[in-house]
């Protein structure tokens, strides 16, 4: 079965730290991995996304590496502040193996609820 | 530029009750993608179109079905509806080629009672 696993489940760091949150995916047979913002409630918006292709993709404050071959992506958020706080969520678009449909879904993870203290 | 629009926001049924969301993707896009996504839960894939026909079924109820429109825009109809089918329904579009990104939609919120 194609899973993505996110550590940690939550984090709560002070404002100003540099952190890495993690996805672990179970199959490297992917062809891209996204990862999303989400707020309470609120829907998801994309932050970066990175080919099975690239090695990594910069936007801002924020860093997305791949290793496709290990199966792991961190995203890297620097000099954090009170309104990162969210849930981030990693998301695996994986070569469809089981379906017989042209359009494969996202595998998301459970995410990282992260907390910036001010 | 133009965005994921979903309707309603919030949608409140009863118990064996019907309801149906409605998805508009970006103009242009060729998929549309639904998930749910529980209290507390990652978003679960529901069911997938491409180019007006259904592609791809994940963990949808026999009790849900959607189809997509002419003008590309999707409805998820939902009958008997249960407790447990509160949630956020959110709506996804994309290009069918394999290295483009999802753009999701806001999202419908679902409360059953």
């Known amino acids: 079965k194609q899973e993505v696993t996110q550590i940690p489940a939550a984090l709560s760091v002070p404002e100003g730290e540099n952190l890495v949150l993690n996805c672990s995916f179970t199959?490297?047979?992917?062809?891209?991995l996204q990862w999303f913002r989400q707020d309470p409630g609120k829907g998801l918006t994309s932050l970066l996304l990175?080919?099975?292709?690239?090695r990594e993709q910069t936007s801002g404050r924020l860093n997305a590496s791949l290793d496709k071959s290990s199966g792991r992506s961190t995203l890297y958020i620097a000099a954090s502040q009170p309104g990162d706080s969210a849930t981030y969520l990693c998301?695996?678009?994986?070569?469809?193996?089981?379906?017989?449909?042209?359009?494969?879904?996202?595998?998301f993870g459970k995410g990282t609820h992260l907390i910036i203290q001010p | 530029a133009a965005g994921v629009i979903q309707s309603p926001r919030h949608l409140i049924k009863e118990k064996r009750e019907t309801a149906t969301l409605k998805c508009y993707p970006i103009?242009?896009?060729?998929?549309v993608y639904w998930y749910q996504q529980g209290p507390g839960q990652d978003p679960q894939f529901l069911i997938s179109?491409?180019?007006?026909?259904?592609?791809d079924k994940g963990s949808i109820p026999d009790r849900f079905s959607a189809q997509q429109f002419s003008d590309y825009h999707s409805e998820l109809n939902m009958s008997s509806l249960e407790l447990g089918d509160s949630a956020l329904y959110f709506c996804?579009?994309?290009?069918?080629?394999?290295?483009?990104?999802?753009?999701f939609g806001s999202g419908t919120r679902l409360t059953v009672v």
């Open positions: 996804a579009s994309s290009l069918e080629r394999q290295d483009y990104g999802y753009t």
């Open positions: 199959d490297s047979a992917i062809y891209n």
């Open positions: 990175i080919q099975s292709s690239q």
């Open positions: 998301a695996v678009r994986f070569f469809l193996m089981y379906s017989g449909g042209g359009a494969d879904g996202l595998t």
């Open positions: 103009p242009r896009h060729d998929t």
């Open positions: 179109f491409y180019e007006k026909m259904q592609s």
